[in-house]
């Protein structure tokens, strides 16, 4: 018998939350699957650490630190061989070992974490994934979040999953607390829905004391296991006298709660798998979750999914469970018949298999076949129908997740050129201005849709731009405004020929980076998750299209809260089409009042603002003395002037750049 590998016992010194239960089934099933191979492998724990009831895996115990001491500077010493660590750290200079990283939270939702924790594992988790033989996580979900915050690929991290089995051990008999605490309750006869506490903000507890008095006219209770009294304030409690915290319970006392509960309500903002819910799988306990990260690929078919910024939504599912048996016996049903996909035995038969052979390839597990979000793409065009008829019908034949809608919002019907009378695409009309025309294009969306899309008229998309958008809105439900990568150019040049711009796109470069955040969207590829967008709208002062409408756009996007981001995995090539270009002296004009103005209003900071003239001005003064042939530059300049005179005169009236009249050759 051979010691292959050590395992990193840290966790035992810890106290148990979904990390550190990980991390103990997980070595249990390497124990059992060591034994029966006759192989063995140690088990490194600090000092003092609880002790595991193990066959082939052997404790060393040792070292005087603790914590994040013992695990940097003293494992490395106790143990030179290869190392297994289970729980998001691991020693930050050693190559040879396999790391699990649960989920990117720090990055995705910081607001959980102090800022200690949140710096400790955002200097760490980088230098782990580049120096470790191998990184895991528990899902693709967490997979492709990891990939957008840390030096790694999505395609490059196994994936091994929570397992079920330690649930279906828990014994309801056993439990002491929770039947005491359930008949304490005024009405011991009525249904409630379970929820396990917790005081991170990412767990959106908050949604259930939301709902609670709408709960509470069906005659259901909530009841809250686990995390403590501080998750709320009395106040919002106050208002919901149908909740009931039960603070900590044991396990089978879980085990009591599941079993009655009318389902197991589980609203997260973000998880990297969300074990609660296989373990209500697990008790038979139907299940209402989030629709966003993780949490779909657990639950697949046999759940009920709503938005965690849908609080109606999550009201109708469970009015729909109370009031059919045959669908809460549906639910539970297919829950246990997912319970198979998600196995402590398949995930320690992983680790074994990268304790081997670190590099070795899994196959990924088959995410189940989610219903994607309703996407409507917006094109605004004016005077280039032949340019927006290729574009679009480039769009409809080869995106690989369809949109629901597409709009092409114009001034004449004629702009949209072949695209008249198509059943897959809606003309509208409207006031001229990139702004209003995309303000009419809101204004006219189908009932439902969740994203919406502003491509540029001669802006051509790879296949999976719609895909990679609906994903990344998907796996990150604090993101409301997502931009990609413009492999290409024109505007600078003569332009891009659409065959050029279509073999472009068909074979991307790699990119030298993955994601950009905070990141304003603006330009001619930029999605928004609607429902973030609400009552805003483009300022439709802002007439002439110098790039500013959309940072304005996004900027009061911003002041709601929410994550604003650039992917480099939604590509792109921008024409560059000159036809229907505006005069250089009113894109002059605007380069000059419009971020003015855009700091008077709030969206442009001074420093943006002095960068912005100054580079534009630079730009155009000492172009002018050797024009570009498809840029005028000297028009440009001589908008400048018109824009500081009119400021001068304290005339900030960004909408007169329409009004001037176009001098020169660009005329």
Same mark, same amino acid.
């Given at each position: ?342 196995? *402590?035995?398949? %995930? #320690? $038969? ?6 081997? /052979?670190?590099? +070795? ?5 088959? =995410? ?96 999976? *731009?719609?895909? %990679? #958008? $609906? ?6 439900? /604090?993101?409301? +405004? ?5 492999? =290409? ?179």
């Amino acid at each position: 018998m051979t010691e292959t590998f050590a395992v990193n016992g840290r966790f035992l010194s810890q106290a148990m939350t979904g990390v550190q239960r990980y991390a103990r089934n997980v070595v249990s099933a390497l124990d059992e699957g060591l034994a029966a191979a006759s192989r063995k492998a140690i088990l490194v724990a600090p000092r003092g650490a609880d002790a595991m009831a193990l066959q082939a895996i052997d404790t060393l115990q040792g070292g005087r630190l603790a914590g994040h001491g013992w695990e940097q500077l003293e494992l490395p010493r106790l143990w030179g061989g290869r190392l297994l660590n289970l729980c998001n750290t691991a020693p930050a200079l050693k190559g040879d070992q396999i790391v699990c990283i649960h989920d990117a939270n720090v990055f995705a939702a910081p607001d959980s974490y102090s800022r200690g924790f949140r710096t400790a594992y955002r200097t760490l988790q980088p230098l782990l994934a580049r120096r470790s033989a191998r990184i895991a996580t528990v899902s693709q979900a967490s997979a492709r979040q990891l990939a957008r915050h840390l030096p790694l690929r999505a395609a490059d991290i196994a994936v091994l999953p929570n397992g079920h089995e330690h649930a279906l051990a828990w014994d309801p008999a056993r439990a002491e607390r929770a039947p005491t605490l359930l008949a304490a309750r005024p009405d011991v006869e009525r249904p409630f829905v379970l929820a396990l506490g917790s005081q991170a903000r990412h767990k959106n507890l908050s949604l259930l004391v939301e709902i609670a008095p709408s709960l509470a006219e069906l005659g259901i209770d909530v009841v809250i296991a686990g995390g403590g009294n501080g998750i709320f304030a009395p106040d919002q409690l106050a208002q919901a006298a149908n909740v009931r915290l039960l603070g900590r319970v044991s396990d089978d006392d879980l085990a009591f709660l599941l079993e009655r509960a009318l389902c197991l309500a589980f609203p997260s903002w973000t998880e990297g798998f969300g074990l609660p819910i296989i373990e209500a799988m697990a008790r038979g306990c139907p299940v209402v979750s989030s629709n966003c990260a993780s949490m779909p690929e657990v639950c697949g078919d046999a759940a009920l999914l709503a938005s965690p910024a849908d609080p109606a939504l999550w009201v109708e599912h469970i009015r729909a469970l109370a009031g059919s048996a045959t669908l809460r016996q549906e639910l539970s049903g297919r829950g246990r018949g997912r319970l198979p996909l998600f196995s *402590w035995r398949s %995930t #320690a $038969a992983g680790y074994l298999e990268l304790a081997q /052979s670190p590099k +070795a390839r899994r196959a990924a597990q088959i =995410a189940p076949l989610l219903k994607p979000p309703r996407i409507a793409v917006v094109v605004a065009t004016r005077g280039r129908p032949e340019v927006v008829s290729q574009t679009v019908l480039h769009l409809l034949a080869q995106q690989s997740l369809k949109p629901d809608s597409v709009i092409v919002s114009c001034i004449d019907p004629a702009d949209a050129g072949d695209l008249q009378g198509r059943n897959d695409v809606v003309v509208l009309t409207g006031p001229p201005g990139l702004a209003a025309q995309r303000n009419t294009a809101l204004a006219h969306l189908p009932p439902g849709t969740e994203i919406v899309a502003f491509f540029d008229d001669d802006f051509v998309a790879h296949e999976d *731009w719609l895909a %990679t #958008a $609906a994903r990344t809105f998907r796996d990150e439900a /604090s993101i409301v +405004a997502f931009t990609g990568r413009v492999l =290409a150019d024109g505007v600078g040049g003569p332009g891009i020929a659409l065959a050029e711009a279509m073999r472009l796109v068909a074979a991307p470069p790699a990119s030298d980076w993955s994601w950009i955040e905070p990141y304003s969207p603006y330009g001619c590829n930029m999605a928004f998750r609607l429902a973030s967008i609400g009552d805003l709208r483009f300022d439709e002062r802002l007439v002439l299209y110098g790039w500013l409408e959309d940072r304005d756009f996004a900027a009061g996007l911003a002041r709601r809260g929410g994550r604003l981001v650039k992917s480099a995995d939604a590509i792109g090539v921008h024409m560059g089409v000159k036809g229907g270009r505006m005069a250089g002296e009113r894109f002059g004009y605007s380069q000059i009042v419009n971020p003015l103005y855009m700091l008077r209003k709030g969206t442009m900071t001074l420093g943006q603002v002095a960068d912005h003239l100054f580079r534009n001005m630079s730009a155009n003064l000492g172009r002018s003395l050797r024009p570009e042939p498809f840029i005028d530059r000297r028009g440009r300049l001589w908008g400048n002037l018109l824009g500081i005179a009119d400021v001068l005169r304290g005339r900030m009236q960004p909408e007169r750049a329409a009004a001037l009249q176009p001098r020169g050759k660009f005329r």
